[in-house]
């Protein structure tokens, strides 16, 4: 199988920017029609290539160093699982060829993001105590390609990419550049000096607990704000802003729990029986895992947190702004995560203050 067709670099870098993804809403919010696009390359200086299929699936915001369908939006799940999906369906002529060195856009179905999508995160213990009202979508946008060579509807064909099942969890995906994810995502502050945004964590593995250490980062703008964030700015209605970048960072920024994370952790072991539990209770107190009360609820730039083996594991981006700024004010944050194996994953979300 070769690997002429790219969307990538994979996952590697800085794939919270990858520009082949694009939203055309800038932002996905409620019950506001919007279409994924994905940009397919063809690497090949002599070998033209039919593109058999691009597939997309939105997740809930995440630092997941590979894939996991637990984070898939609900309104994508289930008889929806490939509704974002372009089938390059024979015969001729209409097939999707790129050729040497070109470059193709492919606009995947309309999708509305309903309801329940924004209610990701109703569930997990202690959200009622957590979440403010929830105004946008934030999400991560999983893209792969797949094609053959030489474009043809008969004889023999040489595969480039293949199908890949979104009903899974993959620590290969983004192993190549067939794959891609976009996790950059834009919150509007509407007169607000505070910002709570809901993401997991997690890694795939074996064994009862993985540590983690999550990193809260905010990106210095001398040099201007991000073009993708701007084309995001505009995309969502605000282009009219007086959009500048923050000169000063923000007063606190960092990583906090979802109270009642340990009680779930807690009740993992417990199902598995008494002497796990002992176990487990013994391990709590060497770890620091506390009661709901005790928990340390402040953000914190560097958190460490043990995460069940290929669950998804719920955490809070917290940040306090300074109250003088102007209307147009952008702040950038990275948030990443990183396994013993040194694998990172992550996201950027950018805010503007915008009026009411």
């Given at each position: 199988?070769t690997?002429?067709?790219q969307?990538?670099?994979?996952?590697?870098?800085?794939?919270w920017?990858?520009?082949?993804?694009?939203?055309?809403?800038g932002?996905?919010?409620?019950a506001?029609?919007?279409?994924?696009?994905?940009?397919?390359?063809n690497?090949?200086?002599?070998?033209?290539?039919?593109?058999?299929?691009?597939?997309?699936?939105v997740?809930?915001?995440?630092?997941?160093?590979?894939?996991?369908?637990a984070?898939?939006?609900?309104?994508l799940?289930?008889?929806?699982?490939?509704?974002?999906?372009?089938d390059?369906?024979?015969?001729?002529?209409?097939?999707?060829?790129?050729?040497?060195?070109?470059?193709?856009?492919?606009s995947l179905?309309?999708?509305?993001?309903?309801?329940?999508?924004?209610?990701?995160?109703?569930?997990?213990?202690?959200?009622?105590?957590?979440?403010?009202?929830?105004?946008?979508?934030?999400?991560?946008v999983f893209?792969?390609?797949?094609?053959?060579?030489p474009?043809q509807?008969?004889g023999?064909?040489?595969?480039?990419?293949?199908?890949?099942?979104?009903?899974?969890?993959?620590?290969?995906?983004?192993?190549?550049t067939?794959?891609?994810?976009?996790?950059?995502?834009?919150?509007r502050?509407?007169?607000?000096?505070?910002?709570i945004v809901?993401?997991?964590?997690?890694?795939?593995?074996?064994?009862?607990?993985i540590?983690?250490?999550l990193?809260?980062a905010?990106?210095?703008?001398?040099?201007?704000?991000?073009?993708?964030?701007?084309?995001?700015?505009?995309?969502?209605?605000?282009?009219?802003?007086?959009?500048a970048?923050?000169?000063?960072?923000?007063?606190?920024?960092?990583v906090?729990?979802?109270?009642?994370?340990?009680?779930?952790?807690?009740?993992?072991f417990?199902?598995?029986?008494d002497?796990?539990r002992?176990?487990f209770?013994h391990?709590r107190?060497?770890?620091?895992?506390?009661?709901?009360?005790?928990?340390?609820?402040?953000?914190?730039a560097?958190?460490?947190?043990?995460v069940?083996?290929?669950?998804v594991?719920?955490?809070?981006?917290?940040?306090?702004?300074?109250?003088?700024?102007?209307?147009?004010?952008?702040?950038i944050?990275?948030v990443?995560?990183?396994?013993?194996?040194?694998?990172?994953?992550?996201?950027?979300?950018?805010?503007?203050?915008?009026?009411?």
């Open positions: 199988m690997a002429f067709l969307i990538g670099p994979g996952c590697g870098g800085t794939y920017n990858n520009s082949n993804i694009g939203i055309s809403t932002n996905l919010n409620v506001q029609p919007t279409t994924i696009s994905v940009r397919v390359t690497n090949s200086s002599t070998e033209t290539v039919r593109v058999n299929g691009v597939q997309a699936s997740c809930a915001l995440n630092t997941l160093t590979g894939f996991n369908s984070s898939i939006l609900p309104s799940s289930g008889p929806n699982l490939n509704l974002l999906e372009f390059n369906v024979f015969p001729f002529p209409g097939d999707v060829v790129i050729p040497p060195n070109g470059q193709q856009i492919i179905p309309q999708w509305t993001p309903a309801s329940n999508d924004i209610h990701h995160f109703d569930n997990v213990p202690g959200a009622q105590f957590d979440l403010p009202q929830k105004l946008t979508l934030h999400a991560c893209a792969n390609c797949f094609g053959s060579w474009p509807s008969g023999q064909v040489n595969d480039d990419g293949q199908f890949f099942n979104w009903n899974s969890i993959s620590n290969a995906f983004c192993g190549d067939h794959h891609a994810q976009h996790n950059t995502t834009l919150h502050l509407a007169n607000q000096l505070g910002l809901p993401f997991y964590a997690g890694a795939t593995g074996e064994g009862r607990l540590p983690l250490k990193t809260v905010e990106v210095p703008q001398t040099g201007g704000i991000d073009p993708l964030i701007l084309e995001k700015i505009r995309l969502a209605g605000l282009g009219g802003l007086p959009i970048p923050a000169t000063a960072p923000a007063k606190v920024a960092g906090a729990e979802f109270r009642g994370v340990a009680e779930r952790i807690r009740h993992v417990e199902e598995l029986g002497e796990i002992e176990g209770e391990l107190g060497n770890l620091g895992f506390e009661d709901d009360e005790t928990d340390d609820p402040s953000p914190q560097v958190r460490e947190v043990r069940v083996p290929n669950e594991h719920p955490l809070l981006l917290k940040a306090d702004f300074v109250g003088n700024e102007p209307i147009g004010i952008v702040h944050f990275d990443t995560q990183e396994d013993p194996s040194g694998a990172r994953g992550g996201f950027r979300l950018a805010t503007v203050l915008a009026p009411d």
